[in-house]
């Protein structure tokens, strides 16, 4: 028992010691039960589904790095690494060359995920958005390439996991951001968006940190088609 209330408490320390600083003392409280590394992995998998800010997503992707090293059997935490380092490529005002970098992180970090045996549907959707990313930092001379691997990567999860909403959300936007001359646009992804909104409703995640991100910006496109049509 003792053993074990030692290995919780160690989890404990590894994802929030940057943060503490020695306190002035005093009287101890009672004692509270140790958080298990689940609970605690699925507190930071919170804090970075809460925020857009690049200066916390640095905070949560350095959480994630000790998470990994409590328990290196476990993909998660690797791949929210790289759901990190992408969520930082599309809000930072770095340049491209920078933003190319964070994506190579995030490159490797998904495939530590992959050697951990993660779920390969869920992988393949992440990395088909780190396609998007990269597209989006000079569509210009990478649309053809880019646009072209994400929906080829996407196939390959549909093929895994036909009911994955992620896979439909992340080919909405592609058709979303894809010019109407070549077959894209906001009308054409619009079914897309729906059909991601029905696999988000009937979606059950295995566990409180399974990868359960997206919904919100389904919703938030669709209302925002709502919006456009009432002010026609």
């Known amino acids: ?10 989890v404990a320390t590894a994802f929030t010691a940057p943060a503490q600083q020695k306190a002035p003392a005093q009287s101890a409280p009672a004692a509270a039960a140790p958080a298990s590394y689940a609970d605690l992995l699925a507190g930071t998998v919170r804090e970075l589904m809460s925020t857009g800010e690049v200066a916390r997503l640095r905070e949560v992707h350095g959480k994630l790095e000790r998470a990994a090293a409590v328990n290196p059997t476990d993909w998660l935490p690797r791949y929210y690494q790289a759901y990190a380092l992408m969520l930082i490529t599309f809000q930072s005002k770095e340049d491209g060359d920078v933003k ?3 994506l190579d992180q995030a490159e490797a970090a998904l495939a530590q995920a992959r050697k951990l045996r993660g779920d390969e549907s869920e992988l393949l959707v992440l990395q088909a958005y780190l396609h998007q990313a990269r597209l989006g930092i000079a569509p210009m001379t990478r649309s053809m390439k880019y646009s072209q691997l994400v ?7 549909r093929k ?16 979303y951001y894809t010019p109407k001359m070549f077959g894209g646009g906001a009308e054409a992804a619009k079914p897309l968006y729906e059909e991601a909104k029905t696999r988000f409703a009937a979606a059950r995640p295995a566990s409180a940190t399974a990868p359960a991100w997206g919904e919100r910006q389904v919703l938030s496109r669709l209302a925002a088609y709502t919006q456009t049509a009432t002010a026609k």
């Open 100 to 102: 190319d970098k964070y």
């Open 1 to 10: 028992m003792k053993a074990s209330l030692l290995a919780l408490a160690l």
């Open 160 to 175: 895994l996991n036909p009911a994955n909403p992620r896979i439909y959300l992340v080919q909405a936007n592609n058709v």
């Open 151 to 157: 929906s080829q990567t996407l196939e390959q999860a």
